[in-house]
């Protein structure tokens, strides 16, 4: 069983540049969430997509937009980059019935904006 | 606003030391809780989770915690730690009745055990 990947593992941007990220949930999971961890912190929720549409956003700006596709892989895109944006971006998936609740997080991809 | 905290950011034992990390949350309603090991270099991994039941729940690799609903905390323990559980550890909450499954985590306790 393959879990959730997530690509590029680092990327270097420079400040109003935009940014794509993407995610490959587990398999058999249909909802995806994304998380920002910046260094020394714990991860920030962004926003969940669940059936293909925005299912919860936590407290980020509209810059930070994301998609789901049918077979339930995700993107997230960054606008606008700022220097504090730099930091792991997570995303994890969640199985459907009554595992929904727990997520399984992928490796992450590391951001730095200059 | 829901939020987590973890009071110990970090924490030096001796191998065959006990280990017990902190967690309190703030919410009044129904939550469900978690802790997440990260090792160096690897990615979140779930050690284990409470949902509802017997508020002594246990994990992987010989880890326990217990829910206390009248404190809002859900400490971690391990009675005797080894030099391969030096990680950051997290702890998190999700309301079930939120609508969606987003986490809040605390920020994280780094464990270093000594050889």
């Known amino acids: 069983e393959t879990g959730v990947t997530q690509s590029p593992t680092h990327l270097i941007k420079t400040r109003g540049q935009q940014v794509t990220l993407r995610c490959s949930s587990q398999s058999g999971h249909n909802t995806v969430s994304w998380y920002q961890q910046a260094l020394g912190q714990g991860p920030q929720f962004i926003f969940q997509?669940?059936?293909?549409?925005?299912?919860g956003r936590g407290n980020f700006p509209p810059r930070f937009s994301g998609l789901q596709f049918p077979n339930y892989s995700s993107e997230l895109n960054v606008n606008a980059l700022e220097l504090d944006d730099s930091a792991l971006y997570l995303c994890a998936s969640s199985p459907p019935g009554d595992s929904s609740y727990e997520q399984y997080f992928g490796p992450g991809t590391r951001l730095t904006v200059t | 606003a829901q939020s987590v905290s973890q009071h110990n950011h970090h924490v030096i034992l001796s191998e065959a030391a006990s280990l017990e990390l902190g967690c309190n949350y703030s919410?009044?309603?129904?939550?469900?809780l978690f802790w997440y090991v990260q090792y160096p270099g690897q990615h979140l991994q779930l050690l284990l989770k409470y949902f509802s039941g017997d508020p002594l729940v246990k994990g992987i690799k010989g880890f326990e915690a217990e829910f206390i609903k009248s404190k809002f905390s859900f400490n971690l323990r391990k009675p005797s730690v080894q030099w391969s559980d030096t990680a950051e550890y997290f702890c998190?909450?999700?309301?079930?009745?939120?609508?969606?499954?987003?986490?809040?985590f605390g920020t994280g306790t780094r464990l270093k055990v000594l050889a």
């Open positions: 998190a909450v999700n309301s079930p009745t939120s609508g969606t499954y987003k986490y809040i």
């Open positions: 919410y009044g309603g129904t939550v469900n």
């Open positions: 997509y669940y059936r293909e549409e925005e299912n």
